[in-house]
């Protein structure tokens, strides 16, 4: 049985930094696309970025100030949030790929709050 349980949401105030985790199990880890996609409140699903091994992509918005990591023998992995914006605020959710990075999310946590405020 797949599960990915993400950990590490807090509030933070801008500008300070945090790291998520997500414990995966239930499946080849390091075999797999994995991603981090969150929410804002009141706003859709957006994508932030993906990785394989030494591979990574990232959304623009994040690009200069997130980084994704992970740690195939502990099946884990991270998101590493520096100088964080207030627009960071969502629900911070793992997802893993059926496929190839660009096929189906066909697994998702169930997310970790994440508040950037003053």
């Known amino acids: 049985q797949v599960q990915l349980v993400e950990s590490g949401g807090v509030l933070v105030q801008p500008g300070e930094s945090l790291r998520l985790s997500c414990a995966a199990s239930?499946?080849?880890?390091?075999?797999?696309?994995m991603n981090w996609v969150r929410q804002a409140p009141g706003k859709g699903l957006e994508w932030i970025g993906t990785?394989?091994?030494?591979?990574?992509g990232y959304t623009d918005s994040v690009e200069d100030r997130f980084i994704i990591s992970r740690d195939n023998a502990k099946n884990t992995l991270y998101l590493q949030m520096d100088m964080v914006k207030p627009e960071d605020t969502g629900v911070y959710y793992c997802?893993?790929?059926?496929?190839?990075?660009?096929?189906?999310?066909?697994?998702w946590g169930k997310g970790t709050l994440v508040t950037v405020s003053p």
């Open positions: 239930g499946f080849s880890f390091s075999n797999h696309w």
């Open positions: 997802t893993k790929n059926r496929g190839d990075w660009d096929d189906a999310m066909d697994y």
């Open positions: 990785s394989f091994n030494d591979k990574r």
